[in-house]
Every structure is written in C-alpha cells, then in structure tokens.
C-alpha cells in the first residue's frame, strides 16, 4: 500500500503576497520526508494544500500520485494537536472515520494497534484522563487506523517532552513502514532521525517568488536514527547553520 | 457524594433564610398582614394543599411546554445561524430586538391577543427561554475548534454526519450554560404571564391572596414556585451532566 508522489507548480498567496510559488518536490513510495523551514515561511500552508485541507488563500497545485487515481481520502493527516474529541472514549476516537463515512468498524484492528502504541486496556478511557504522550499515541494510532498509504503530520511531536518525544520517534517509525509520510517539523534532529529526505522551505532568489525548496539527503541510516549515532551531531549542526542561514537572507 | 453535599449546603442556606424571617418577625414586631410567621404559611401549606396543587399544576405545565418549545425553537434558530449564512443579516438583529423587548410591557398584549388560557403563558416564557438557548448555541456551534474540522475533512466526512459527530457535540457544554440560565429563568415568563391576566395559575393565586389580604396564602404559592424552580434547574443540570459523563469535572458547580 506505498504510493509515491509528485508535485508540481504548487503556489500560495496570502494577503497579496506570494508565499512560494514553482514549487515541485516528489515523495518517493514509502519514503519519510521531513519539511523544515523558518516560521511563517508556509511550511504548514504547504502540507495543507497537499493533504487537501480547506485554505482561504488563493492557491494552485499540480498533483500527480503514481497510480494515476485521485489522492482524496487516501490521506490519513495528523496534527500537532492530538486532536481527539473528548466526548469519544479512546477506542471510539479511533473509528471517528468509520462513524463520519458510515462504515463498519474494524474492532480487531483498533485493538490491535492500541495495544503497538501501549495503550492496552485503556480502551474505554476517556482522553481528557490521558497523559499528553499518551494522547498522542491514540491520535497515532488513529492515524494508522486509516490505513491510508500517505501519511501527512504538522509538527506531530512539538507538544511532547523531549523524552517522550523520542519515544514516540521509534514508535512511529516502526508503525509507520511502508507508508509515504511527509512531516512538518522545527527540529533538526527529529528531522534527521526520521527521514529519507529533509526539504527546507528557504527564501528565494528570484525576486516576487517568496519561497523556494531546497532538497537536501537523509542520512541513510537504518531508521530511527540511534541517537548515538556518529553521523548524527554533525550532521544536526550543518543542518542548524543551514537553517539559520536562510533566516539571516530574509 | 459530592451531590449529597450540594444538598447539604441548600438546605443550610434554606435554614438560614427562615431564621433570618423569624428574626425581623421578632425585632420589627411586623404585623402578620404585612409578612406571616414561618409557622402560618407552613400551616397554609398543608391546609390548602389541594388548591395550591392544582395551581401550581398548571404554572408548571406553562413552564415545561414553554421550556421544551423554547429550546428546540432556539436550536432550530443557532442550526440555521451557523449554517446559512445569508440568514445571518436578517436573523441576528431581529433575536437581539427579541430580547431587548421588556417582557412586562408585552405580556397584557399576549393575553389580548392569546387569550386568558395557558397559550399565552407558554409563548411568554418560550420568548424568555428562546434566546440564551439561541445565543449559547450559535456560539457553541460557531467555535468548533478548526483541527476537528480539518479531522473530519480528510476522514471524509459528509457535512451532514460532522454535525452529527463533531460540530453538535462540541457546542453541547456551551448549549448546557444557556439551557440552564433558561430552565432559571422561565418560571419567570410563566408567572409574567399569569400576572397580565390569568384565570388559574401560581401567579394567579399570589396576585389574588394579595388582593385579599391573605399574605400567608401568597407565601405559600412563593414557596410552592421556589421549591419547584429549585427542582427543575437541578433536574436538568443532572440530565445535562448525564449526557455529558467526559465533562463532569469540569462544570463550575452552583454550591
């Protein structure tokens, strides 16, 4: 269930002003790309526009996924917030796709990924008695209930301790196999952890064009990349200078 | 537990006033045409028992027809506010002018339009009810955070079912506040009404023992109205919370 993707000519405008515009980026079939980027560069403009979220900006977009067939609901969209409704027991938060689209609900495959995030026998919790790392298990879980082939997650483990943030760095990774998962992102070593290919979201020459892509190599690595790997430290401090130079061209 | 100690302290404060009544009795000598003993509407009570029953049996049919109308007529109105937007414009200025019309002054025209019966008590306290349901969920609608929205967008929600399942639950806690304020507030539409003109009736019977001196009989209906005003707010409020069991904790608590 690996779908690559390819984008082209996407475009945002926001209050008169171009956000990016060119932009072409291509997600390799079961590939982990991470986006990074300054603060209000569009990184999360962009990851919307991809996922196929509702935007008040003028936008444009050429999609092209490599089976030919539309992407609409083949996208599982994960965001900083756990977003779980609280009126919804855990489990029940899980099949919240199930109830909006009228389908059957998969009891045996929600058990069983509650039990791969170690959740098991909180079911029938209420979220609001979770711990925010915990919260964020279920919306993870929720996430890979879809069984959708790409994966898309704006900042999915910002609201998280470092240590649980780690934790749930190897959590996902594992459950995320084989699936095209493009993450937004502020840490570079999150970043470097997670993916076969980092794109940083940096201003761009051409004048009028606001922002350009810059592509740069995962570390290739075996992932999650072990946080006492060698290649790690350096690679974290090239990629921070590189970072902060496109903040000091704006 | 904690509901056993509600009760507790309302029957503290409840003691507390009746002591407080018994004291000016006593300091200000009052005659007991102007404010009876505890004692003598307790008394009353009990004697007219029957006529005091089917009075207030009609306020509280006005109450509860008016409270039941009055929400689903302001669900209706916040549904149609937060989801029509063109009605917006028109609707919103009319439900405040609704609301800024001093009840008191367009009760005598009720009862001449409506007539003496129930009618025009149920309309009254409708019209006292319709508003902070109205108001309190249109907010509540209006407010649903945008991530859920997001959510069910790309779990391909219809708009039909994310009503259903995102947008009417999340404005629930926020309808609960207005439900309540209502539930408060419409014995005092039923009585308004009753008051402008009535054959039957709580309001009726105070307005009358009032007229004929007889304070302790008008007490009594007071005490009748409280007691079942105190009833359906808490009845509600645990209906509320019942529908609410993830919510529970975090409700401010009148006690």
């Given at each position: 269930?690996?779908?690559?993707l390819?984008?082209n000519n996407?475009?945002?405008?926001?209050?008169?002003h171009?956000?990016?515009?060119d932009?072409?980026?291509?997600?390799?079939?079961?590939s982990?790309?991470?986006?990074?980027?300054?603060?209000?560069?569009?990184?999360?403009?962009?990851?919307?526009?991809?996922?196929?979220?509702?935007?008040?900006?003028?936008?444009?977009?050429?999609?092209a996924?490599?089976?030919?067939q539309?992407?609409?609901?083949?996208?599982?969209?994960?965001?900083?917030?756990?977003?779980?409704?609280?009126?919804?027991r855990v489990?029940?938060n899980?099949?919240?796709?199930d109830?909006?689209?009228?389908r059957p609900?998969?009891?045996?495959?929600?058990?069983?990924?509650?039990?791969?995030?170690?959740?098991?026998g909180r079911?029938?919790?209420?979220p609001?008695a979770?711990?925010?790392?915990?919260?964020?298990?279920v919306a993870?879980?929720?996430?890979?209930?879809q069984?959708?082939?790409?994966v898309?997650?704006?900042?999915?483990?910002?609201a998280?301790?470092?240590?649980?943030r780690?934790?749930?760095h190897d959590?996902?990774?594992r459950?995320?196999?084989?699936?095209?998962?493009?993450?937004?992102?502020?840490?570079?070593l999150?970043?470097?952890?997670?993916?076969d290919q980092l794109?940083?979201?940096?201003?761009?020459?051409?004048?009028?064009?606001?922002?350009?892509?810059e592509?740069?190599?995962?570390?290739?690595a075996?992932?999650?990349?072990?946080?006492?790997?060698?290649?790690l430290p350096?690679a974290?401090?090239?990629?921070?200078?590189r970072?902060?130079?496109?903040?000091?061209?704006? | 537990?904690k509901?056993l100690?509600?009760?507790?302290?309302?029957?503290?404060?409840?003691?507390?006033?009746?002591?407080?009544w018994?004291?000016?009795?006593?300091?200000t000598?009052?005659?007991?045409?102007?404010?009876p003993?505890?004692?003598?509407?307790l008394e009353v009570?009990?004697?007219?028992?029957?006529?005091?029953a089917?009075?207030?049996?009609?306020?509280?049919?006005?109450?509860l027809?008016?409270l039941v109308?009055?929400?689903?007529?302001?669900?209706?109105?916040?549904?149609a506010?937060?989801?029509?937007?063109?009605?917006?414009?028109t609707?919103l200025p009319?439900?405040?002018?609704?609301q800024?019309i001093?009840l008191?002054?367009?009760a005598?025209?009720?009862?001449?339009?409506?007539?003496y019966?129930?009618?025009?008590k149920?309309?009254m306290?409708?019209?006292?009810?319709?508003?902070?349901?109205?108001?309190?969920?249109?907010?509540?609608?209006?407010?649903?955070?945008?991530?859920?929205l997001?959510l069910a967008h790309?779990?391909?929600?219809?708009?039909?079912?994310?009503l259903?399942?995102?947008?009417?639950?999340a404005?629930?806690?926020?309808?609960?506040?207005?439900?309540r304020?209502?539930a408060?507030?419409?014995?005092?539409?039923?009585?308004?009404?009753?008051w402008?003109?009535?054959?039957?009736g709580?309001g009726?019977l105070?307005?009358?023992?009032?007229?004929r001196m007889?304070i302790?009989?008008m007490?009594?209906a007071?005490?009748?109205l409280?007691?079942?005003?105190?009833?359906?707010?808490?009845?509600?409020?645990a209906?509320?919370r019942a529908?609410?069991?993830w919510?529970?904790?975090?409700?401010?608590?009148?006690?």
């Amino acid at each position: 269930m690996s779908l690559g993707l390819t984008l082209n000519n996407a475009r945002i405008d926001y209050a008169g002003h171009t956000l990016f515009r060119d932009i072409s980026a291509r997600l390799e079939a079961g590939s982990w790309t991470a986006l990074l980027g300054r603060s209000g560069c569009g990184k999360s403009s962009l990851l919307r526009l991809l996922a196929g979220l509702e935007m008040s900006d003028l936008h444009q977009l050429d999609l092209a996924t490599d089976d030919g067939q539309p992407l609409t609901d083949r996208v599982a969209w994960m965001a900083q917030q756990d977003l779980l409704l609280p009126w919804r027991r855990v489990i029940d938060n899980l099949w919240l796709g199930d109830d909006l689209r009228r389908r059957p609900r998969n009891r045996k495959l929600a058990h069983e990924l509650l039990a791969a995030v170690g959740l098991e026998g909180r079911e029938q919790a209420w979220p609001d008695a979770l711990s925010g790392g915990q919260r964020q298990r279920v919306a993870l879980a929720r996430t890979l209930y879809q069984q959708a082939p790409v994966v898309m997650m704006d900042e999915p483990f910002s609201a998280v301790d470092a240590i649980t943030r780690l934790e749930l760095h190897d959590l996902a990774s594992r459950l995320l196999k084989g699936r095209t998962v493009l993450m937004v992102t502020h840490d570079p070593l999150e970043a470097l952890r997670l993916a076969d290919q980092l794109l940083v979201l940096r201003p761009s020459s051409l004048p009028g064009h606001g922002a350009e892509l810059e592509r740069l190599p995962g570390l290739g690595a075996a992932r999650p990349v072990p946080l006492d790997d060698p290649a790690l430290p350096p690679a974290q401090a090239q990629l921070i200078a590189r970072l902060r130079d496109s903040e000091e061209a704006a | 537990m904690k509901r056993l100690h509600a009760m507790r302290h309302l029957v503290i404060s409840a003691l507390l006033l009746l002591g407080l009544w018994q004291l000016i009795i006593a300091v200000t000598a009052v005659p007991p045409y102007i404010l009876p003993t505890p004692q003598a509407v307790l008394e009353v009570l009990i004697e007219k028992a029957p006529l005091l029953a089917h009075h207030a049996g009609v306020t509280i049919s006005e109450i509860l027809a008016g409270l039941v109308l009055g929400i689903l007529l302001g669900l209706a109105t916040a549904l149609a506010l937060a989801f029509i937007p063109r009605l917006r414009r028109t609707l919103l200025p009319m439900l405040l002018i609704s609301q800024v019309i001093p009840l008191f002054a367009i009760a005598p025209l009720l009862v001449l339009w409506l007539g003496y019966d129930m009618l025009s008590k149920v309309v009254m306290a409708t019209l006292i009810i319709y508003f902070p349901v109205a108001s309190t969920g249109y907010d509540g609608l209006r407010q649903t955070q945008q991530g859920w929205l997001d959510l069910a967008h790309t779990l391909g929600a219809s708009p039909w079912r994310r009503l259903i399942h995102i947008q009417l639950p999340a404005a629930l806690p926020a309808l609960a506040s207005g439900i309540r304020m209502a539930a408060t507030a419409a014995p005092i539409g039923a009585v308004i009404g009753e008051w402008a003109g009535a054959s039957q009736g709580l309001g009726y019977l105070m307005l009358n023992a009032n007229a004929r001196m007889e304070i302790d009989l008008m007490f009594a209906a007071l005490l009748v109205l409280v007691a079942f005003s105190l009833l359906l707010y808490f009845s509600l409020d645990a209906l509320l919370r019942a529908l609410m069991p993830w919510h529970r904790d975090r409700l401010t608590r009148l006690s």
